[in-house]
């Protein structure tokens, strides 16, 4: 099937102006016609999606006798004097062609198409499923109607759109793109396993504040914002953490939620404003269990998306990447002191560690012996790390809500995820003690009067609820949209259907 009216060269800012008019004109001509440019309701009887499975292997030029009603976006458009061609495309890409002839639709509907109808229409179709004499799969109309009048029109549907463009006008990248509706059927495809994984181990999807009146939960910057009716400061939440361990607290022992987390933090290829997230308490669980746990849940992931039920991904780019097996665990302290060729441990000092930083050039002026440990292990490890592994062992200082390591002096019982390359999650031995709990919080404060806008506030709530009794536990989080980069191979941007830009 001929496209002719598609094949332009981009549209100059004034030739979309020109035909943003021309389209404009014509939906005045239709209403004055008495014909509806957006009708409220369509005598639909399937979709291109079922007409296209149910016609498979048909041979040219045969009539099914399958009378149907479809609608979908027109993108491509022909007319000649007695016959008009359209494909129709469906909301999952699926396409089938659309007959406009004299013989069965009637010269004066015949004439409106050719004068009304532009490409980026959505348009109604009922007739015959038929094949054409070149074999293609197409309903011969008896009869037409307009679903959606387009005034703007289609990008070039042969010029894949730059990256601005699809993650601004994602619609338009949804119309044009296969690969961003493949993203989203991914994703949901993700977020069913998740929750299929935890109802399998008995976990409850539970919901948390999304506006709070303290930050905690992690260590990042909030967002703020003021309720009018409560005259107060809130804050977006930057983590449901401290809300779930309450509800561990009230005896629901293995929650879960996906949830919009918000950090008034930078953006990269790996992190954005807004993001989602997972989180998951385990009752008398701990970092270990919770380790196993978490590779299950990604691994049935990468099973819903791969195709063939194996935990081989195919990136966009086409690399392979196999999430499988048993994933390693790796000491941070026992990783950076190879990586280093010096020992580093729990014991030294943050002048050692400051030197070492000026040794390799690295320029670190940070307050404390655990983050300065972090830094220098991202410095000299981290880019070294492609398959999965878990990295274990945290200094104390950075992990206020976390147990202390049961036999190593020090440090925290934490790990983080890191999939080719970045954190994909994290997960703790819980810190269920409200003694320890406090005391943590009050050095938190202090580090914010020294001037870190990260450090968590001191929550009297929720001190008060652990002081009630919370069971030793296990808890995650991971990112989902970062979840979907390790499925992928996609950059943040690319995953996220809406992403906040500038």
């Known amino acids: 099937m001929a496209n002719t009216p598609d094949q332009h060269e981009p549209l100059t800012e004034q030739e979309a102006s020109e035909q943003k008019q021309v389209r404009l004109d014509k939906r005045e001509r239709m209403i004055e016609a008495g014909l509806p440019a957006y009708p409220i309701s369509l005598p639909i009887t399937t979709t291109i999606d079922e007409v296209v499975a149910g016609h498979q292997g048909l041979e040219a030029d045969v009539k099914t006798g399958d009378i149907v009603g479809v609608a979908g976006r027109i993108v491509h458009l022909r007319n000649t004097g007695k016959l008009c061609f359209a494909a129709l495309q469906s909301g999952t890409g699926a396409r089938i062609q659309a007959m406009i002839s004299l013989a069965e639709v009637g010269e004066e509907a015949l004439a409106q198409w050719k004068e009304f109808v532009d490409l980026g229409d959505q348009i109604f179709v009922a007739g015959e499923v038929i094949t054409s004499r070149r074999g293609e799969l197409s309903i011969m109309a008896t009869e037409w109607r307009m679903a959606a009048k387009a005034i703007r029109p289609l990008p070039n549907l042969h010029t894949e759109l730059n990256e601005e463009t699809r993650v601004r006008q994602r619609y338009l990248d949804l119309i044009t793109r296969p690969a961003a509706r493949d993203m989203v059927r991914t994703r949901a495809l993700t977020n069913a396993s998740l929750r299929d994984t935890f109802t399998r181990h008995g976990f409850l999807e539970v919901e948390t504040p999304m506006l709070q009146t303290l930050h905690g939960g992690a260590a990042a910057r909030p967002f703020s914002t003021h309720s009018n009716a409560f005259d107060t400061e809130l804050f977006l939440r930057i983590a449901p953490e401290l809300y779930l361990k309450r509800a561990l607290v009230g005896g629901l022992e293995r929650v879960f939620e996906i949830n919009r987390n918000f950090r008034n933090e930078g953006a990269d290829s790996t992190h954005s404003p807004e993001f989602a997230m997972l989180e998951a308490y385990q009752a008398y669980g701990d970092y270990n269990s ?154 938190q404060a202090r580090e914010s009067a020294r001037g870190d806008d990260e450090a968590m506030q001191l929550d009297e709530d929720f001190l008060a609820a652990l002081e009630h009794g919370m069971p030793p536990a296990g808890g995650m989080g991971m990112g989902i949209d970062r979840l979907l980069m390790a499925l992928t191979g996609l950059g943040i941007r690319e995953t996220v259907l809406f992403p906040l830009v500038k």
């Open 290 to 443: 919770i380790a196993d746990l978490t590779q299950e849940l990604v691994q049935n992931a990468a099973r819903a998306v791969s195709g063939d039920g194996s935990c081989v991904v195919t990136w966009a780019d086409g690399t392979q990447f196999d999430l499988g097996g048993d994933w390693p665990r790796m000491s941070m302290y026992e990783s950076l002191s190879e990586a280093a060729g010096v020992e580093v441990t729990p014991e030294t000092s943050v002048e050692e560690l400051q030197a070492l930083a000026d040794r390799e050039g690295v320029e670190l002026s940070l307050p404390n012996h655990g983050k300065l440990v972090e830094e220098l292990w991202e410095h000299f490890v981290k880019d070294r790390l492609d398959k999965p592994v878990f990295v274990i062992d945290f200094p104390v200082e950075t992990s206020p809500l976390t147990a202390a390591h049961r036999s190593k002096p020090g440090v925290v019982e934490k790990w983080d995820l890191y999939v080719r390359g970045f954190e994909l999650a994290t997960g703790y031995s819980e810190l269920i003690d409200p003694v320890d709990q406090r005391a943590r919080f009050v050095e």
